[in-house]
């Protein structure tokens, strides 16, 4: 089990590397697409804009689907890094329904009146580093 699960898109790689790296500094363990493991059949989607030309029922899109949602359920928090896809916000919906406490963190853009599901959204990585909600250590050191 995890302590968050990480969401993003592939054009925020850099901000979603910041997040991660805060999380590994405050001693929360993290799964996040750009650390994971990509199954042999999906090492196509393991680069930015690799997923636009794979079909949806290629066997290695069904595979990193398994492994994606596996590991969303086995994580005891959600963080989405802002902005982000139309994916990322498909696995906040999920974290919400399966009762994982949501954050988000970065700009919104726009008031969304279904962000109500993140119990916080931080400014930046900065915010990170002070205490974050059920994070060994109380998230920060």
Request: charged letters at 25%; glycine letters at 10%.
């Amino acid at each position: 089990m995890t302590d968050f699960f990480v969401a993003g898109s592939w054009r925020n790689r850099d901000a979603i590397a910041d997040v991660v790296a805060v999380l590994d500094d405050v001693g929360a363990s993290a799964y996040c697409f750009i650390r994971a493991k990509y199954p042999q059949g999906a090492a196509v989607l393991a680069a930015p804009g690799g997923a636009d030309e794979v079909r949806l029922d290629d066997p290695g899109v069904q595979d990193l689907f398994e492994q994606d949602l596996e590991a969303l359920r086995s994580a005891r928090q959600f963080l989405l890094v802002l902005p982000a896809g139309a994916a990322a916000h498909v696995e906040a919906g999920i974290a919400y329904g399966l009762g994982k406490p949501c954050y988000a963190i970065g700009p919104v853009e726009r008031s969304e009146t279904l962000y109500r599901i993140f119990r916080r959204v931080f400014a930046d990585t900065g915010a990170l580093r002070r205490p974050l909600p059920d994070a060994p250590n109380g998230g920060s050191r």
